[in-house]
C-alpha cells in the first residue's frame, strides 16, 4: 500500500520557519522525483519546490527562492521542506508528490503564517 504522510504544518508568526516532512512507503523512494505543492482555497495547486531522484538537482518557484530548502533521505524514504523567513503569502495546504512511472500524492497539511 502507498502512502505519503505530511507533518510538521501548523501556525507560525511572519518571520519564523517549519521543516515539514514526507514519510512515504509501499514504493521504491530512490527512484522518484518528489515535489511540494501548495494550494489555497480557490486557486490552483502550485508546485512550490522539487528534487531529482538522487537529490543532486533541485527547482524553486521564484516566490520561495533563498527562503525554503528541499531535501530527501533516501535511507528514510522522506522528504523534507525547509521553510524559513516565511510570510502570510505562504499560507497553504503544502502536500508531497512523488513522480516516476506513477504519480503518488499525500493528503497534505496546513501551514499558516500570521501574527
Known amino acids: 500500500q502507498v502512502r505519503l504522510v505530511e507533518s510538521g504544518g501548523g501556525l507560525v508568526q511572519p518571520g519564523g520557519s517549519l521543516r515539514l516532512s514526507c514519510a512515504t512507503s509501499?514504493?521504491?523512494?530512490?527512484?522518484?522525483?518528489m515535489r511540494w505543492y501548495r494550494q489555497t482555497p480557490g486557486t490552483e495547486r502550485e508546485l512550490v519546490a522539487r528534487?531529482?531522484?538522487?537529490?543532486?538537482?533541485?527547482d524553486y518557484i521564484d516566490s520561495v527562492k533563498g527562503r525554503f530548502t528541499i531535501s530527501r533521505g533516501n535511507a528514510k524514504n522522506t522528504v523534507y521542506l525547509q521553510m524559513n523567513s516565511l510570510k502570510p503569502e505562504d499560507t497553504a495546504v503544502y502536500s508531497c508528490?512523488?513522480?516516476?512511472?506513477?504519480?503518488?500524492w499525500g493528503q497534505g497539511t496546513q501551514v499558516t503564517v500570521a501574527s
Open positions: 508528490a512523488g513522480l516516476w512511472n506513477r504519480e503518488y
Open positions: 509501499g514504493f521504491t523512494f530512490r527512484f522518484f522525483d
Open positions: 528534487i531529482g531522484s538522487t537529490g543532486d538537482s533541485t
